[in-house]
């Protein structure tokens, strides 16, 4: 059983910066391939990042591409998403997963998902 914390979402403007963490609490959190999605209201969940369990390859949907950039720190059971030059586009609740093979950008057969935490960006 993994349980995912987020922490690091709040208000900002537009062109501002927010790091977003994960801590991950469980076994073998470095077997996990982790990632992040978002959900705006109205709007369907969102695939944003991910990394593999190796830390070797990373994804990104193309609107974040050049912006954000995801990253992990196993020693920390810690998941990052560093997010650059935000958007007003980019408001939305971010969520954290884990899941013991790559994560589909659907999000459907995901392992373990975290509360979410909000992101909102002022223009």
């Known amino acids: 059983q993994v349980q995912l914390v987020e922490s690091g979402g709040g208000l900002v403007q537009a062109g501002g910066s927010l790091r977003l963490s994960c801590a991950a609490s469980?076994?073998?959190?470095?077997?996990?391939?982790m990632g992040w999605f978002r959900q705006a209201p109205g709007k369907e969940r969102e695939f944003v990042a991910a990394?593999?369990?190796?830390?070797?390859?990373?994804r990104y949907t193309d609107s974040v591409k050049g912006r954000f950039t995801i990253s992990r720190d196993d020693a920390k059971n810690t998941v990052y998403l560093q997010m650059n030059s935000l958007k007003s586009e980019d408001t939305a609740v971010y969520y954290c997963?884990?899941?013991?093979?790559?994560?589909?950008?659907?999000?459907?057969?995901?392992?373990?998902w975290g509360q979410g935490t909000q992101v909102t960006v002022s223009s």
């Open positions: 990394i593999n369990w190796s830390g070797s390859s990373t």
């Open positions: 997963t884990a899941n013991k093979v790559p994560i589909a950008t659907t999000g459907h057969g995901v392992d373990y």
């Open positions: 469980g076994r073998a959190f470095s077997s996990y391939h």
